[in-house]
């Protein structure tokens, strides 16, 4: 748009190009200048490392470190990186170290220190702890305070460790932090749990104290009960004296009161018997009255509880009666379901039987039907010529029943009378063609089947006649 715009207004194509050309690179680098500046957050410290200038003495910085603000990083000759301001808890566990006495003590303690934000340290910090982890910068510190806090140990005596703690941690806490500087360190806190040594020597100094605090305990207490008893004594005296003197004046005091209480005493007994008379019989007016409404009471209850007994009694009877009808009503009505499923089922069990057996018969009439279809089919559509078919492929198992017939004929003895020719025959000839002829013929069998036999088996005798 602007591109035509401006040839629109008369400017040549080359100015247009190159003033597009100025207008995307001022584009660019204000994008670079803004993608440049950086800003520290509050729990951080930026290093900027690079061409950073030069010291007061000339000599070139090797960093530049802020902490709470922003700074612009020159593209290619600067980079920085972020020093993290969490603190880190060290645990310090010390062993054997070694007092002025020459006594070793264990001294387990807690060190809590960070990166510092005093302009020195913070420099010291981006030379010396600059892409280090949290992991090695917390062994870089551990080393230096175990080092520090046995160099502490061994200026002073166990009574001064033991006794003045705020002097050994001021003494820890400066050695401790003046050693983390150099690197870029501070101390926040220190944390001295126990404080033991291999001798013993602490735990005496402890019994010492100990004892010698139960010892003025017990001369305080000895001092307390010497006054006490003094105290009791003039306290007992001068109560003796006051309790006579009391005393006195009591038994005189009380001489009056008992005139005083022996006739109250009577007019008091004179109104008990009125009060005991009087209550007396309003007593035996509400016994009376309390043993009529009893009675009453009572003769309603024995009415209600006989009611009771009736009804409950009239009630397990009808109760009773009525689970038996239900218990007669159910099982009939059970039996009568069985019934009537075992009839149903039975009634199933034939129809689908009877199903099956119709479907068997339709399925092998079916297959008949087809068998005869492709026989007549077979016979070029003639059904007696299939017929033929059909009996002469059953003739040689009709052939097998017939001879089967006579051969399971048992003949034990055959006697023949021969009377000699008759004819051209023998009597035996003759009873052997009789019984040969008691078998149907073939040709009869192919007579019955509406068929005739081949040719070439022969004709009879009518045929041949019919024949000439």
């Not at 008893?229 to 005296?237: M, P, S």
């Not at 009666?321 to 034939?350: C, M, Q, V, Y």
């Not at 035996?428 to 008691?438: D, E, I, P, Q």
Request: charged share 30%; glycine share 6%; net charge negative.
């Amino acid at each position: 748009m602007i591109h035509n715009s401006l040839l629109a207004s008369g400017i040549s194509p080359s100015w247009v190009t190159l003033i597009c050309v100025i207008a995307i690179v001022i584009f660019t680098g204000l994008i670079v200048v803004i993608s440049r500046y950086k800003k520290c957050p509050s729990d951080k410290v930026m290093v900027i490392y690079g061409n950073v200038g030069t010291n007061k003495d000339g000599t070139s910085r090797s960093a530049k470190c802020i902490h709470g603000g922003a700074a612009f990083i020159v593209p290619v000759v600067q980079a920085y990186e972020y020093l993290d301001l969490t603190p880190l808890s060290i645990s310090v566990d010390l062993r054997s170290a070694l007092s002025r006495q020459n006594i070793r003590v264990d001294v387990p303690s807690s060190f809590t220190v960070g990166i510092s934000t005093e302009p020195g340290v913070m420099q010291n910090a981006a030379e010396r702890l600059l892409g280090l982890k949290m992991v090695e910068i917390q062994e870089l510190a551990k080393d230096i305070i175990f080092g520090q806090l046995r160099l502490v140990i061994a200026t002073m005596d166990i009574e001064e460790i033991n006794t003045d703690r705020d002097k050994f941690l001021d003494a820890v806490s400066g050695n401790v932090e003046t050693e983390l500087k150099k690197i870029g360190l501070r101390l926040i806190n220190v944390n001295v749990t126990d404080i033991n040594d291999e001798s013993g020597y602490i735990a005496a100094l402890g019994k010492e104290a100990a004892a010698k605090a139960i010892n003025d305990a017990k001369v305080s207490v000895a001092e307390a009960d010497r006054n006490g008893a003094i105290g009791a004594a003039n306290a007992e005296k001068e109560q003796r004296i006051s309790v006579s003197r009391f005393n006195s004046e009591a038994i005189k005091g009380e001489n009056l009161a008992k005139v005083e209480v022996a006739e109250s005493d009577a007019t008091r007994r004179e109104r008990e018997a009125e009060a005991l008379k009087r209550a007396t019989a309003a007593e035996n007016i509400q016994t009376a009255k309390a043993l009529e409404e009893s009675y009453a009471a009572q003769e309603a209850a024995e009415q209600a509880r006989a009611n009771l007994e009736k009804a409950k009694l009239e009630a397990d009877v009808l109760v009773k009666a009525e689970i038996n009808k239900k218990e007669i009503e159910l099982a009939a009505e059970a039996r009568a379901e069985e019934t009537r499923r075992l009839a149903k089922g039975e009634a199933d069990a034939i129809v689908m039987k009877m199903e099956a057996q119709a479907q068997g018969m339709r399925e092998m009439m079916t297959k008949q039907a087809e068998g005869f279809a492709e026989i007549v089919k077979a016979a070029g559509g003639a059904s007696d010529d299939a017929v033929r078919m059909m009996i002469a492929d059953k003739l040689e198992e009709l052939t097998r029943i017939q001879v089967e017939a006579i051969s399971n004929l048992k003949i034990d003895k055959i006697t023949v009378w021969d009377g000699g020719n008759t004819g051209d025959k023998s009597s035996t000839a003759n009873f052997v063609s009789g019984l040969m002829k008691s078998v149907p013929p073939m040709q009869e069998i192919f007579d019955m089947a509406g068929m005739k036999l081949p040719e070439y088996l022969g004709k009879t005798k009518d045929e041949g006649e019919k024949a000439e």
